[in-house]
């Protein structure tokens, strides 16, 4: 049986999401056409230095699907591969924007792939309006001062809004 017919029901769509942007949002209402259940698995990784924490982002997430229970929000410690078997999830769903992350995404489907072979990696090309949209660029323009309004969900406006100003105190 092939990785994909075993579960299709649910995937999971791993990421820092430091924080959510629409370009995210976008790929998980997409990934719900075709699946049952989103599973967004927000990775707890202590050597990157994130702005928010785990639980403001998985807050985040969870108010910018309007709450949607398809959609579970949950927390990724350790290997993506270890939480997948965990849950009994086969199929991983990335975002794919220029050619600039294709290297990224190659590296770490060709390691989870290594790891264990049953976890099988899709992409969806991230929509145009997004093409140009990270989380890292977010930051640091609302850091410099931008508004970022129609780039990531309101509620994220607000509480990097909140971060900045927090921390010029
Ligand atoms: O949004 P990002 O930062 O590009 O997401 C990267 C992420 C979280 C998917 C990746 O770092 C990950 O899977 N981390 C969990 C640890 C792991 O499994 N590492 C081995 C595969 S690279």
Redesign the pocket.
Known sequence: MCAMSKNSGKVIY?????PITNGHLDLIERSLHIFEYVIV?V?N?PD?NALFTVEERKEMIRAAVNYNDRVIVDQ?D??????CRKIGVHVVV?GMRALSDFE?EF??TF??RK?DREIETIFMMTGLRWFFVN?KIIKSAVKAGACVEGLVPDIVCEKLQEKFKAKQL
């Open positions: 791993p990421g820092s999401f430091d698995g990775a990784n990157k990724i350790g290997l993506l591969v270890d939480y990335r990224y590296q770490m390691m989870n790891l989380s």
